[in-house]
């Protein structure tokens, strides 16, 4: 009983909570970090922009307990009433075939648009703009088996420098930071989502599918947009959150024991929750000893 008051009161409320490319099924799937987010967050919708599940790589050989715990997390949390949306990319484009499909809380699609406090989000993965992007293919290559490897020899140099006492180092981020061709399609895929959502009117458009967290405005002569992208749970453990009508990039390593106040009045209720959640805690510790 206590357990489940504690539980209750330290989940963060947020209205949405946005994830995409955690590619389930493949060794650079940081599994167990997303599981302790999807954990620790109460959203009424989980948007899921696609590359959830890795189906171009998929392995009966390697599907660890911690990834079929994700997929049990996100069915657990539509039994619960959370609304779950999830929206097909390019590694798990088989799902595209049910595209429009709802069963209970699940909804499938390839793209949605939703109303917030008056302003238009327009959600989608990205994949779509591959094919007007000079190298994308070439640098999708980099999400395929090679990543897979890199991610692998990475994790080994990792744990020499954890040994060491030294920071970890991103192998594929320094590769991608110094390749010119993937730093310009990085930067025509933000241009080109921001072109379109002047042209049709969104106020927002999120995206995911270049692993790469950002929120950045563009203002045309035509109106303006926020971009914004949710990252990937392989490197960056990253989410998208919309709360007290804004948006926040939330970041596992940096963010974890960070709140997402709106203004004082709720720090202080939040911080009475958890005094109080603590107390419960201290008691039913004391009555074990």
């Known amino acids: 009983m206590h357990h489940n008051i504690i ?5 963060r409320k947020v209205e949405i909570a946005v994830i995409s490319d955690v590619h389930l099924g493949t060794y650079g799937c940081h599994a167990k970090q997303l599981l302790t987010y999807l954990n620790s967050i109460n959203p009424k919708k989980l948007i899921l922009n696609g590359d959830i599940i890795d189906i171009w790589q998929f392995n009966k ?18 039994a619960e009433g959370i609304q779950v949306i999830y929206i097909t990319g390019n590694h798990d484009d088989m799902l ?6 709802t069963i209970g809380n699940i909804s499938i699609v390839d793209k949605i648009v939703l109303e917030l ?4 989000a327009w959600f989608f993965h990205g994949d779509v703009f591959d094919a007007s992007i000079q190298n994308a293919r070439w640098l999708a290559k980099l999400g395929g088996y090679g990543y897979d490897f890199l991610i692998i020899i990475n994790r080994l140099i990792n744990w020499f420098l954890v040994k060491l006492g030294k920071e970890k180092y991103s192998l594929s981020k320094k590769i991608k930071n110094s390749v010119k061709g993937a730093l310009k399609y990085i930067s025509d895929f933000e241009h080109i989502a921001m072109d379109l959502a002047i042209e049709n009117d969104y106020d927002y458009v999120i995206c995911g599918h270049i692993h790469q967290p950002k929120m950045q405005q563009k203002e045309t002569k035509k109106g303006k947009t926020t971009y914004l992208n949710s990252g990937d749970w392989v490197e960056n453990f990253t989410a998208l ?13 940096h963010d ?19 005094i109080a959640a603590i107390t419960i805690f201290n008691t039913k510790q004391k009555k074990s000893n």
């Open 61 to 78: 050989r390697y599907f660890p307990k911690s990834h079929l715990k994700v997929i049990k997390k996100i069915m657990t949390m539509a």
């Open 241 to 253: 959150e919309y709360q007290f009508k804004r948006w926040k990039i939330y970041n596992y390593n």
């Open 256 to 274: 974890k024991l960070i709140p997402f106040f709106a203004d004082s009045d709720v720090k202080e209720m939040e911080v009475t929750d958890l």
């Open 96 to 101: 595209r075939k049910f595209s429009n499909t």
């Open 7 to 11: 539980t209750l009161k330290l989940k």
């Open 117 to 120: 406090d008056g302003k238009k």
